[in-house]
Nanobody, 114 residues
């Protein structure tokens, strides 16, 4: 059972990045999937969550800039991030619930320079 994330990096303000996460060992198509982030000195926060039926919920701070999507056949969940701001700098974690507990990916770092 594993979530494997990729796609972080360094980008200038206003730029774009795409994060991807692949789930293995889970019944992916039945799961809510999401992205959370944790900036230095701050608590982990929800960025976006997508249901099995592709309904999405976003944090207010990223609405209109980020888009979450999923491919149930490929067992991937993606986060398209546009108009990045320095305050988006954080480690981003793929998430789902598994056996009534949170299951996290390994985290991928996003750094936005001003």
């Amino acid at each position: 059972v594993q979530l494997q994330a990729s796609g972080g990096g360094l980008v200038q303000a206003g730029g774009s990045l795409r994060l991807s996460c692949t789930g293995t060992g889970i019944n992916f198509r039945t799961k809510n999937m999401g992205w959370y982030r944790q900036a230095p000195g701050r608590q982990r926060e929800m960025v976006a969550v997508i249901t099995p039926g592709h309904a999405a919920n976003y944090a207010e701070s990223v609405k209109g800039r980020f888009t979450i999507s999923r491919d149930n056949r490929e067992k991937t969940v993606n986060l398209e991030m546009n108009g990045l701001k320095p305050e988006d700098t954080a480690v981003y974690y793929c998430w789902t619930n598994y056996n009534w507990e949170n299951l996290w990916g390994q985290g991928t770092k996003v750094t936005v320079s001003s």
